[in-house]
Each structure stands twice: as structure tokens, then as C-alpha cells.
């Protein structure tokens, strides 16, 4: 069962499948780079049976034992899938272009199901079906929408084989209950990119997702159920990444997309095609004059003064973020990119970067920004972690002028305080939300999980309420408020009724027990990061010493409150060879090796 193993047969080749024949399991099938291997006795001998027609690799990635026949197997590799009946010593080919998967009916091994489509380059896709064990075959899309599909795998129900799932593109799962004759939507569907979140101010209830897949999806009971509005020119390629919607005529709006400006006159229950060649970014009306509207594109800024129905380029800078409007100076408007905040003072003709005080841009992408509605003089960013750089919150008072880090307290829940997104309380100064991206080495001490944050008192101290990747937050107007946050698993929502000052939230943040972590990396060269931790405050020494026991460094020396820290050991100067590094207490010590390599 998995205790002790040992050594069946060496390939001298990479193995890629292996099959057991369930009516004969000493009968062993085993698929290599460049040919096919059986085993009649369990694994003791083997023969190879056969050999693809070129010196290709065979590269089989899926294989299928028929549960009713010992002797008939289906392989996919490459392009082509392969059968056999008669235990792999010939097999008949097949050619399908850009086969993803293929599926067989394990009661009536004659109906098969083949997936076409490419996940990364998107072609026309296709799910077909063969009723006569794979000599003829035929389309079954019907209800999968949009003007082609990418289908990426296909699996059957083994306790009623007409039920099927089909995972589509970045449309989610289908399902049919019919072998294929018609398909519909399943609640799981594709969520890792949404890009952008409209709430609806006017009618209760109603939220658009911008994402990739489905563009829009839209609900008007909160999130209940969700579908897909109507668009005159749709594919699952299309992302949807930016909203505005009139301020006075409500019914009219925009959407950014990266195949051009959508426009709807019906709430967003249609869309049309309006302009082609601004693409990507975020789109806003002028709060001073709904018919002047901004558009940050993949290429630069452009501004209208008519409504949306033309465009001029104002500004070069690509990769540009949201804007905010100074609603006491008409003439003030900020952005961003990666590399900096922008301001301009002369209603957007011109643009200044405002980065004093912000770490460096190019080794912490400015990600978010917001501005306080009522101070707008009052600004918070959010810059990226990058690599081994730290990311921050930062806030300036005067405007862009000044900017200053609000992170220390942050710092010690998420050491790497990658900030990707700001939300403000309008009505209670000093509470803010900020979501932080995962950042780190998986499976090691130094690995933050990312999460959704809350202070009440503009960064002195944080309430951890969500713990996994947060890239996008929004609230409603509702009295208390809904927050609204973007998450790997799709939007999540919270009733913003929660507190900071709370004891047991405290007491959730330091740890249980003593721990000393394997360094990360290991071997390094030449920088490696140490973490260790304490359930109580003490005085604390952390030395490297080399193999011999001979003392190289004091990396730590003082008295230290309960916590997680982390340290970094910059071994320059070293020579290669294996070290270690020693944590002390006033009732706790670990020593741990660490391989340097220069």
C-alpha cells in the first residue's frame, strides 16, 4: 500500500503512462518517450510491442484500458489518438489537430468523446463524439456559447456515462445530461481574472464583472445567480477590464475591452462595438462635464469631448491605471503606472510624476492608488512586491507632493506587504481595506498567502479578514455597507461591520510555539533569508558558526516582543561549504544547516 517500494523494470526512457488491465491486472501496459511496453506477469518481464512511425516523441499524455477488454487500449499522444485491440502489437492512427483530451463511455466502450482546442493560442476548438468505436465522428456544441470554443478537457460520470463535463476555455465547466446532445452552464465557471467590479448605485442588487471568458457577467439579485448580457460582437478571448456609466442618464454607459470601447444605452443588458482602436485599460466620465470622458488604453491617455463619440490623444505614457478627480479643482487629476503617480493641473494636457517618498517604482510597481473624496488632497498607493523586494502602503496629505509609509504595523502580519488594492471608508476617517497578492516560495516560512486587510486608524494597527489572494475590492452604498473582493475562487462578499480592537484578533497573531525555519533558499548564494518565531517576548541571539563550531556572525543580539521575524544573511566574502545558524532564548534554542554555494 505504498510503504516500501522497489524496483519493477528500468525503461532506459522516460515513462509518461501506465495502465492496468482490470479484467487481467498481471497484464501491465506502460507508455515511454518513444514506445509502447506490455507486461503479462504482473511487472516481472516486458516486452516492447511497439514503436511510433517516426523517431518523434511518442509522448503519451492520456491512456485508456478498456475495463471490458484486456486487449483494447486508446492512447492520445500528440495529435493523434491511437487504438489497439489486440494488446498493443498494432495500433490504428488518427489525426486530430489540437486534440486536448478524449473520454470513453467505460459501459459501451463504442461511444468516445474527443476535445479540440488549444488553451494558450485559442483556435477553433470542438467536442466531438463517436458512436461505432471512433470510425466516424460528429460535433456536439450545441449551447456552448460564442463564436468558437476551446475545449480543454472532457470527463464522463462512471455511475451514469451520459453525463458529461467539459471544462470550455475560460468559460468554466459544462455539463450535459444527455451524452452530449445539449450542454449547459455549471456554477463552476473560470473566475481567476476578473478585472474590474461595477455596483450599481441606482438599483439594488445589480453587479457587472469585468473579466476574461465571459467579458461581463452580470446579476441583479447580489450575486445570486449571474448571466451574460448581450453583446453584438463576443468571444471568449474578449476581457472586459474597465466601466463608466453616465451620471445623469444612467442607462448609458462604457466598457473597456481589450477588441475596442463597448457602448450600452440599457444598463448594460446589451453591449455594441462603438470604437476599435482604443483597447484595454479603464474609462471614466469627467464628474465637472459628462461630456468629457478619459480613457487610460494600452497605448496612452485619450480624452472626449463629445460624449464618447470622438477621441484625441493627450498623453504617450502606456500602462496606465484608474483616474481620480479633484472635486474642488476641476483642473486636478491623478493616475498611475507601474513607475509612478501622475498629476495634472491643467485638466489632463499634461502630466507629472509625484514619487518622492515612494520606494523605487522599478523595483516595486506602483499597483493601486485611491483618493480620499473628501480631502482630496489625500492620496494612498500601493506598491507591488517584486522578487526579494518588499512592497508598502504609502500616504501623502499635500497632493502627491509627500509620500509617506503606513506599513510597520502591516509588516508584521505579511512580511512582504505586496499591496494590489485600496479601499476607503468614506464616512469613517483612518479605516481603510488593502488586499495583498501572494508572494514568496510555496511550502517554506517565508511564503505569504496574501489576504484581505482592515485598519481603523491609518495603519497603526491591522485586523488579518480574509486569507488568500485579494486583487480587487469595492463597496456598495448600503447602510452597513457590502464589500466586495476578488479572490482565485471568484468575488467574494463581506458585511463591513467588523472591528479591529479585539483581543482574541490579537492573540490569533502570535504564534503558539517556538520554531526556527529552514533558511530560504538553501543552497543560496549569496543572500539567504532566516525566519523564526516566538510565542513570548525575550532576548534573543541568532549566529552563523561553520562547520568546525567556529563563530562567523551575530546576525541578532537584542530583545525581541512575540512574533514571526525575518532576517536576511548576506554570506559574501564566504567561502562554499555547509554552515550553520543557531536561534537562542532565555528557554529555547535550535540549530539548523544551511549549504552555501558560490
Not at 1 to 8: D, Q, T
Not at 434 to 455: D, E, I, M, Y
Not at 542 to 556: A, F, H, N, P
Amino acid at each position: 500500500k505504498g510503504k516500501n517500494w522497489y524496483e519493477v523494470k528500468t525503461f532506459n526512457q522516460k515513462l509518461t503512462r501506465i495502465g492496468i488491465a482490470s479484467t487481467d491486472t498481471s497484464i501491465i501496459y506502460a507508455a515511454a518517450d518513444y514506445a509502447f511496453y506490455r507486461s503479462t506477469n504482473s511487472g516481472k518481464d516486458w516486452e516492447k510491442i511497439f514503436v511510433p512511425d517516426s523517431n518523434s516523441y511518442f509522448f503519451v499524455d492520456q491512456m485508456f484500458v478498456n475495463p471490458l477488454n484486456k486487449n483494447s487500449v486508446i492512447l492520445k499522444a500528440g495529435g493523434y489518438l491511437y487504438k489497439t485491440v489486440d494488446g498493443g502489437n498494432t495500433f490504428d492512427k488518427q489525426e486530430f489537430y489540437n486534440m486536448s483530451s478524449f473520454a470513453v463511455n467505460p459501459i459501451d466502450t463504442t461511444i468516445m468523446y474527443v476535445t479540440i482546442g488549444d488553451s494558450f493560442f485559442g483556435p477553433d476548438g470542438d467536442i466531438l463524439k463517436s458512436t461505432d468505436g471512433g470510425k466516424n465522428w460528429f460535433s456536439i456544441t450545441n449551447g456552448i456559447p460564442g463564436e468558437y470554443i476551446t475545449a480543454n478537457t472532457i470527463q464522463i460520470n462512471p455511475q451514469k456515462p451520459e453525463d458529461l463535463y467539459a471544462a470550455i476555455g475560460r468559460l468554466g465547466i459544462f455539463k450535459s445530461t444527455n451524452g452530449g446532445e445539449n450542454w449547459f452552464r455549471t456554477n463552476l465557471s473560470y473566475s481567476d481574472n476578473i478585472y474590474n467590479i461595477y455596483i450599481d448605485t441606482v438599483i439594488s442588487g445589480h453587479i457587472m464583472s469585468g473579466q476574461s471568458g465571459w467579458c461581463v457577467m452580470q446579476t441583479t439579485n447580489d450575486g445570486e445567480t449571474w448571466e451574460q448580457p448581450e453583446f453584438d460582437v463576443w468571444n471568449e478571448a474578449i476581457y472586459a477590464t474597465g466601466f463608466a456609466f453616465h451620471p445623469n442618464k444612467n442607462n448609458d454607459g462604457f466598457l473597456m475591452t481589450n477588441n475596442g470601447i463597448y457602448a450600452t444605452t440599457n444598463r448594460g443588458e446589451s453591449w455594441k462595438l462603438k470604437d476599435q482602436t482604443i483597447k484595454w485599460g479603464r474609462i471614466s466620465y469627467y464628474p465637472h462635464n459628462p461630456l468629457i470622458l478619459f480613457v487610460a488604453s494600452d497605448n496612452g491617455i485619450y480624452r472626449s469631448s463629445n460624449g464618447g463619440e470622438n477621441w484625441e490623444k493627450v498623453y504617450n505614457e502606456t500602462n496606465i491605471g484608474e483616474f481620480f478627480f479633484h472635486l474642488g479643482n476641476p483642473e486636478i487629476i491623478y493616475t498611475y503606472n507601474y513607475e509612478s503617480i501622475r498629476k495634472s493641473t491643467d485638466g489632463g494636457d499634461s502630466w507629472v510624476k509625484k514619487n518622492n517618498g515612494l520606494n523605487n517604482p522599478q523595483n516595486n510597481w506602483i499597483w493601486s492608488m485611491t483618493m480620499d473624496s473628501n480631502n482630496p488632497e489625500t492620496l494612498f498607493c500601493g506598491q507591488r512586491a517584486l522578487s526579494t523586494n518588499i512592497g508598502s502602503l504609502n500616504m501623502s496629505t499635500n497632493g502627491g507632493e509627500n509620500w509617506y509609509h503606513i506599513d510597520s504595523a502591516l509588516k508584521t502580519i505579511d512580511r512582504y506587504v505586496s499591496v494590489v488594492s485600496i479601499l476607503l471608508d468614506e464616512k469613517s476617517l483612518g479605516r481603510i481595506y488593502v488586499g495583498l497578492r501572494a508572494h514568496g516560495q510555496p511550502l517554506t516560512p517565508n511564503f505569504s498567502n496574501g489576504g484581505l486587510f482592515l485598519t481603523e486608524n491609518n495603519g497603526k494597527s491591522w485586523r488579518k479578514v480574509y486569507d488568500g489572494v485579494v486583487n480587487l475590492i469595492k463597496a456598495d452604498n448600503s447602510i452597513p455597507r457590502n464589500i466586495y473582493f476578488v479572490t482565485k475562487f471568484g468575488i467574494m462578499r463581506l458585511i463591513d461591520t467588523l472591528s479591529v480592537t479585539s483581543i482574541n484578533d490579537y492573540k490569533a497573531d502570535i504564534p503558539l510555539d517556538y520554531n526556527l525555519y529552514q533558511n530560504y533558499p538553501n543552497p543560496f548564494n549569496p543572500v539567504s533569508v532566516i525566519s523564526y518565531q516566538l510565542p513570548v517576548s525575550s532576548r534573543v541571539t541568532l549566529k552563523v558558526y561553520d562547520i568546525l563550531g567556529s563563530e562567523i556572525k551575530t546576525l541578532l543580539d537584542e530583545f525581541k516582543t512575540a512574533g514571526i521575524y525575518s532576517i536576511d544573511f548576506n554570506a559574501s566574502g564566504l567561502s562554499s561549504g555547509v554552515y550553520f545558524y543557531q536561534l537562542r532564548t532565555e528557554s529555547f534554542t535550535s540549530t539548523k544547516k544551511m549549504v552555501l554555494v558560490q
